[in-house]
């Protein structure tokens, strides 16, 4: 079914133009562990903090017509770098996300995909998450896509071993053809890069995807970035020049 449009209202009082709103917005959550030691806390911790603000902001994005979300979750490097504990606490918060948020994403039209291989997973692990992805929904408002032991460069290189797999000529191999080889295949390119805590680099975070998107960078460490930070990064959006490459 279409999604709805605009069914809330904004909660800043920024001149945001509703018509002109991104269809696909994507965020490098970086900050969660230096919000934990800011506050005193473990790591698990700022991941349950991250987790909180990413409800919040799936929902709010929702709920203003936004019609596609992805979210940096955990890297291909990253989560084989960090402690025992910290990627045992990881995994036990998807857990806790599953059984929080089975039922209303089900109820608010929230699809749920993951990009990336999670077969690397813990069996458990693995097992809610192909049941949040495998729910039918009554009707589907934003499709969110969490990238979970994700590369950019290795969603491209098992792409064209898919491609090389499935015998496709060479002259029919054009960026169409590979963009339907990849994890984000039947949704738009993002049209909004968002990375909060500090850091100016893409992280190897889909690197075809954003080649024409806009990138925001914000010092705000992502628990703290609320809807109104994203209603400003919108605001800041559309101020763009969007020449796509012309």
Known sequence: ???????????????????????????????NRRWAVKHGLPPTKGHEAGAKNLENIVNYCRDIGITNITVYALSTENWRKRSVDEVRGIFNLFRQI????????HKSGVKFFVLGNFQAFPLRVRDLLKKMMDQILDEERIKFNVA????????????????????????????????????????????????????????????????YAELYFTDILWPDFTPVELEKAIYWYQQRDRRMGK
Do not use: C
Request: glycine residues 6%.
């Open 1 to 31: 079914m279409t999604a709805k449009k605009n069914i809330a209202p904004f909660v800043t009082h920024l001149p945001i133009d509703k018509t002109k709103l991104p269809k696909h917005i994507a965020i490098i959550m970086d900050g």
């Open 98 to 105: 599953y059984f929080k948020w089975k039922n209303d994403y």
């Open 148 to 211: 979970l032991n994700y590369g950019g460069r290795d969603e491209i290189v098992t792409a064209i071993q898919n491609i090389i797999k499935d015998k496709v000529a060479a002259r029919d191999i054009n960026e169409k053809l590979i963009s339907s080889y990849l994890y984000t295949t039947g949704q738009p390119d993002p049209d909004l890069v968002i990375r909060p805590g500090g850091e100016f680099r893409l992280s190897n975070f889909l690197l075809w995807q954003m080649s």
